[in-house]
């Protein structure tokens, strides 16, 4: 391989493996956001957020009487009790008033995560982390459809990195040992991803950090597999490869023997030949 062929595949796959680092961490936000996963994840934040920022169970608890009243005032229309409370509005079914307050406040709860989850911002991604939006914007739908659309970038530039690998080595028989090397490394960070979110000391920042990485140990181990998966065809079509080469060689050894038999076979005929066309000398 020439010096400048060389450097350009020592660059372009330093390039691949920053950009499979950048693909193993927006596949992981992209699965972390998911709404069931965030939903799971989300659930004790938005409690906590609930109690001590909105004091829900107080003012459920203050105006639990009330709901009942109109409920049952109203219940045959099935109508739904409607308050607010610090800029967010519940819509409560009457027939959840009916089961209790503990259901009211439960509901109250997975319906601040719907809102949080599916509402529809007036700002991309960038722009709503330097406007400090809410920070349930980072757990959105919308932050979700950020990261997937990156990942698929991600994606695209490492096939295009990929072919340009291919064309730049000169054994191409290596290449696939080289990726699968580079996919295990680029997961192994992704191994332990979300032990960081226990490292912080704020439990609300702690269990809210901790949404993001949730799915890191799942992509760990599908680009571990990935990895895996390459080296062992990288490593067979190695062996096949020599061992194609190793039979070429005693084939050739062998032709060469072959060929050598017949000329010393026909070199004797041709002496024999001779020694039977002499003529007999007289004595």
């Known amino acids: 391989m020439g010096l400048i062929r060389g450097g350009l595949f020592v660059i372009v796959s330093v390039m691949f493996f920053l950009f499979l680092l950048v693909g193993n961490a927006a ?13 799971l994840e989300l659930g004790s934040v938005v409690e906590s957020l609930a109690e001590n920022q909105m004091n829900l169970t107080e003012v459920v608890d203050e105006d639990f009487e009330v709901m009942e009243l109109y409920c049952q005032n109203n219940s045959a229309n099935s109508f739904e009790y409607i308050f607010n409370e610090q800029g967010f509005t519940f819509v409560i079914p009457c027939e959840v008033v009916f089961q209790g307050s503990g259901d009211v406040i439960d509901y109250g709860i997975n319906s601040l995560i719907d809102e949080a989850y599916y509402q529809k911002y007036d700002c991309n991604f ?6 400090g939006k809410s920070p349930f914007f980072f757990v959105s739908k919308q932050a979700k459809d950020y990261w997937h659309g990156k990942f698929y970038f991600a994606l695209i530039t490492l096939i295009v990195l990929l072919v340009s690998m291919f064309f730049l080595i000169e054994d191409k028989i290596n290449l696939p040992i080289i990726i699968g090397s580079l996919l295990v490394v680029s997961s192994l960070p992704f191994m332990k991803l979300e032990w960081i979110a226990g490292i912080f000391s704020n439990e609300f920042f702690s269990s809210f950090f901790s949404i993001f990485f949730s799915s890191a140990y799942t992509v760990f181990l599908i680009v571990i597999s990935l990895g895996v998966a390459v080296l062992i065809v990288g490593t067979l079509l190695k062996f096949f490869n020599i061992g194609f080469k190793i039979s070429n060689l005693f084939k050739k050894d062998e032709k060469s023997k072959t060929v050598s038999k017949k000329e010393v076979k026909q070199i004797v005929q041709e002496e024999v030949s001779k020694g039977k066309n002499k003529p007999l000398e007289k004595k």
Do not use: A, H, I, P
């Open 126 to 131: 960038w722009d709503c982390m330097g406007n």
């Open 27 to 39: 596949l992981t936000l992209d699965m972390s956001l998911g709404y069931e996963n965030v939903k």
